[in-house]
């Protein structure tokens, strides 16, 4: 395992053809008041002026180029090539608050938890966008069901991670297209202590072309897929929470995003749906 530069974030930012949100994003990161930063940009293979904008950047940018292979191998290879004691990552859509690398690595710094996570807002939904929200405070109640009740506990830019608990999980599982950090969230966090930073520092945009959550019923799919496998592989984890309540956790939710599905009128999605909770005859 390898021992990162003391108290230097690496920030990994997979990109694939966004030239319209970019700059705003690397922008984000360089004008962070916690300034012992490396930016890491993955172009996955785009076709657009991305790498362009990139490049503008000089030195303040470590860019590296593969061919499309998705969001976690990308991020896997940023991972590979970074030097930092400390891991962040930022889509080339999503940006933060000036200050919240600072308080992130504050919450981190001489304590012995492996991921700080904070608040987010929702930027781009129908109606003006979404509320500022602050997630719980998982330590505080039980963490396995708490963490199972949701579809991923942050966004994945909403946490900064010691490289040591991202090397010892591994890294990103790249099995499934989507949700593979909500696996990684479930494989550390439930296994090591965890700190909230109670404020909304990180900001995720919203636009249906392209982004990976707009195919709903993949989304639903693969989410149930990943709190299934985390239960057979721990089920020490589990062992406290009744069949009942685990049943409601997995198919239960799954049986709830099929009708959330169908009274938005996603017909596609909700039959999908539908058709995994028929065969997992939770009916």
């Known amino acids: 395992m390898r021992i990162g530069c003391p108290d230097l974030i690496s920030v990994i930012m997979p990109c694939f053809n966004a030239e319209k949100y970019l700059r705003e994003a690397i922008e984000s990161v360089t004008g962070q008041t916690y300034t012992n930063i490396e930016l890491i940009v993955v172009d996955d293979g785009s076709t657009d002026n991305s790498m362009d904008i990139a490049r503008s950047y000089g030195d303040r940018v470590i860019l590296i180029k593969q061919n499309n292979k998705g969001p976690y191998p990308a991020r896997n290879r940023g991972l590979m090539a970074s030097k930092g004691e400390f891991i962040a990552f930022l889509d080339a859509d999503d940006y933060w608050c000036a200050d919240c690398l600072e308080k992130l690595h504050a919450a981190l710094h001489n304590s012995d938890a492996v991921v700080a996570y904070c608040g987010w807002q929702n930027i781009g939904l129908e109606g003006g966008g979404g509320k500022p929200y602050i997630p719980p405070d998982y330590e505080s109640g039980n963490k396995v069901e708490l963490f199972l009740q949701h579809a991923a506990p942050w966004p994945i830019h ?113 039959q999908r749906i539908f058709r995994i909770v028929l065969r997992t005859g939770y009916w």
Not at 171 to 191: K, P
Not at 215 to 243: C, G, H, M, T
């Open 158 to 270: 909403a946490a900064l991670i010691r490289r040591s608990a991202l090397e010892e999980a591994g890294g990103f599982s790249e099995r499934l297209f989507s949700c593979m950090d909500y696996e990684l969230w479930l494989r550390i966090a439930t296994l090591k202590p965890i700190k909230r930073v109670n404020e909304v520092l990180a900001f995720y945009r919203h636009h249906s072309k392209g982004q990976i959550t707009s195919k709903k019923w993949r989304q639903a799919k693969n989410v149930w897929l990943v709190k299934r496998n985390f239960i057979k592989r721990y089920p020490e984890l589990v062992s406290d929470i009744s069949p009942s309540t685990l049943k409601q956790l997995v198919e239960g939710e799954l049986l709830r995003r099929a009708y959330e599905a169908y009274w938005e009128r996603d017909l596609v999605s909700a």
